[in-house]
């Protein structure tokens, strides 16, 4: 399977201040990645999916000029939390998926938390 | 709107006690069913894919069953070392761009 790193791992901020994450693919050139947040003992909520080239697509629900996704390259997606609050602060997980219905690997996550 | 509810949420089994995780859909054109581990502070563990009813798929001790409504995940002599928490997703025919549709996890915790 593919091999997801996510920088930082656990990052603490200011209400207000923007956080940015980042998603690499080491090891296989990823068309599409997705963004989910979990909050405790919660599901996974998938967020949006990263298209590289192209504009990210957002689940109902989810501010797009809040979470504002890049994917420039075919192994680097990064989720910037604009405008951070409390409320933002959750565990955000990426993920690789495969072309087509097929299993997608996921990054260790990146613990958010907003002062 | 697709839907995964798992249960029990948690469960305690002494190591070598066999037992059996239950994930109940519902989804419009299932295209896959996938069970992870997630260990606290991590992200989740692919363990299996299943595609259609009547699938079957092994891991050492764990063993994943898929019927049109619900798959198991069964824990054949479990270890403590198989402590953590197990969550079922589906991808449907609905979701655009493949994502997956998660439940809430069983936390499984085998005592020594």
């Known amino acids: 399977g593919a091999v997801v790193s996510q920088h930082p791992s656990r990052v603490i901020c200011k209400s207000g201040t923007s956080v940015k994450i980042e998603c690499r693919s080491l090891d296989f050139q990823a068309t599409t990645m997705f963004w989910y947040r979990q909050f405790p003992k919660q599901s996974l909520m998938l967020m949006a999916t990263s298209n590289e080239g192209s504009k990210a697509t957002y689940e109902q629900g989810v501010e797009k000029d809040k979470f504002l996704i890049n994917h420039a390259s075919l192994t680097l997606s990064t989720l910037t939390v604009t405008s951070a609050h409390p409320e933002d602060s959750s565990f955000y997980i990426c993920?690789?998926?495969?072309?087509?219905?097929?299993?997608?690997?996921f990054g260790p996550g990146t613990r958010l938390t907003v002062l | 709107e697709d839907q995964v509810t798992q249960s029990p949420e948690a469960l305690r089994l002494q190591e070598g006690e066999s037992s059996s995780l239950n994930c109940s859909y519902t989804v419009s054109g299932l295209r896959g069913l996938f069970w992870y581990r997630q260990d606290p502070g991590k992200g989740p563990e692919f363990l299996f894919t299943?595609?259609?009813a009547g699938e079957e798929k092994e891991k050492e001790r764990l063993k994943a069953t898929l019927t049109k409504k619900e798959s198991f995940l069964h824990i054949t002599a479990p270890k403590p070392e198989d402590s953590a928490t197990y969550l079922c997703a589906v991808q449907g025919a609905t979701r655009g761009a493949d994502g997956l549709t998660f439940g809430k996890g069983t936390h499984l915790i085998i005592q020594p």
């Open positions: 993920s690789v998926g495969l072309a087509g219905p097929d299993t997608q690997y």
């Open positions: 299943l595609y259609s």
